[in-house]
């Protein structure tokens, strides 16, 4: 079986850098498996153009990098910069990006006139009618930030903080301080002397709802929860 061999391109500094790669051994290195470089390049050099030849100068790569080693030279050029993708690998990756930049949003987001969670379908919705851009390769934490920008045009959100109140008897104390401790910070708490259990929880906005119905189900209702405010 012939090995694939495509080309990784960084322009950084003012130059122009190539390498021969394995592009999906290349693409699985780029999000983030461990992989040993010699898995992935294909020939030990650096090029200013690799179809032509050229072979880019020690002295460019020295400015650059700061070292003339074409491994550690390799990891930055295809950390950073452009790897050949066919359109099915852009179009899967897009949409594993998007499942969990919804899946944040969600999570993280209130409708600012309900203060209530936004459903993933309805930001994914709001993200193809505002018609987003998702980068594949940068974080969730990297974009959200943008994109919630543009999203705030076609859906009233922000990120929010919901602080809880829960009170429970000592027959479900430590079961329910167990699954809050999962989900929330405890901010304080208090045992009373017959062992029941109070405390004041933060946790993102939009988890309030799945929170509540928990504790709900853990005490069968036996429980004094409530939402005390929603910091933005």
């Not at 969600?106 to 505002?130: F, G, H, M, W």
Request: glycine share 4%; net charge positive; with cysteine.
């Amino acid at each position: 079986m012939t090995k694939k061999i495509a080309v990784a391109k960084l322009d950084k500094g003012g130059e122009h850098f190539e390498i021969l790669i394995d592009p999906d051994a290349a693409l699985e290195f780029k999000m983030g498996k461990t992989l040993g470089i010699d898995k992935i390049l294909i020939h030990e050099e650096v090029y200013k153009d690799a179809k032509k030849g050229l072979r880019a100068s020690e002295q460019a790569l020295k400015k650059v990098f700061g070292t003339t080693d074409v491994k550690k030279i390799a990891e930055v050029i295809i950390r950073e910069g452009e790897i050949p993708l066919t359109s099915e690998q852009r179009r899967k990756l897009i949409e594993d990006k998007k499942r969990q930049i919804v899946e944040w949003i969600s999570r993280n987001c209130i409708d600012v006139r309900t203060k209530t969670p936004v459903p993933p379908q309805r930001v994914e919705n709001a993200l193809e009618q505002a018609r987003v851009s998702i980068d594949p390769f940068k974080s969730v934490e990297e974009q959200v930030q943008e994109i919630l920008k543009e999203l705030q045009r076609v859906l009233p959100i922000k990120v929010a903080t919901a602080r809880v109140a829960v009170s429970v008897s000592s027959t479900y104390a430590q079961k329910v301080k167990g699954l809050v401790a999962k989900m929330a910070k405890i901010v304080n708490e208090k045992y009373r002397p017959d062992g029941s259990w109070e405390a004041v929880l933060e946790l993102p906005a939009g988890l309030q709802d799945v929170l509540i119905s928990r504790v709900n189900d853990v005490t069968h209702g036996d429980v004094d929860i409530r939402i005390i405010e929603i910091v933005y």
